[in-house]
């Protein structure tokens, strides 16, 4: 597993690393092993809209992805290690610590 080799091979101690921590951050939103968290947040920064329809009487409901750039790390990890969200939408990942620390590292400061 590509990401596995990359995490025992590079330390994320400092931003001189060959590949930096917001680099790899990037990697793992983009491509997490699994649909891509962009795929629904976008950029993270925004709600986005995924879909539109209408309940059995005829309300019209939205599926909204929210911003997730200002997530508490706590509410984020234990977002991203539930088996099932409140939504029933968003997947399941199994990511490991380190993976989630880079990818909260990344959501927070991405430009
Ligand atoms: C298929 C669409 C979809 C994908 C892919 C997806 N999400 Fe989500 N996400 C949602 C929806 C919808 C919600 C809001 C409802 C809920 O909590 O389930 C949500 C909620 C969240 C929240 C909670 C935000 C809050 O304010 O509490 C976080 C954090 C989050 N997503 C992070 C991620 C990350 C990181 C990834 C990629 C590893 C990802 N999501 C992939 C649809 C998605």
């Given at each position: ?28 939103y ?45 509410d ?27 990818l ?8």
């Amino acid at each position: 597993m590509l990401l596995f080799f990359i995490n025992t091979l590079f330390s994320f101690e400092d931003d001189n690393s060959f590949i930096t921590k917001y680099e790899y951050g990037a990697m793992l939103y983009n491509n997490p092993r699994g649909i891509g968290c962009n795929k629904c947040h976008g950029n993270g920064k925004k709600s986005v809209t995924i879909a539109k329809y209408r309940d059995k009487k005829g309300a019209l409901k939205t599926i909204v992805a929210p911003p997730i750039n200002k997530v508490k790390f706590e509410d984020f990890k234990s977002k991203l290690k539930s088996d099932k969200t409140e939504s029933l939408i968003m997947p399941t990942y199994f990511l490991t610590d380190e993976e989630l620390t880079s990818l909260y590292y990344y959501i927070t400061k991405v430009k």
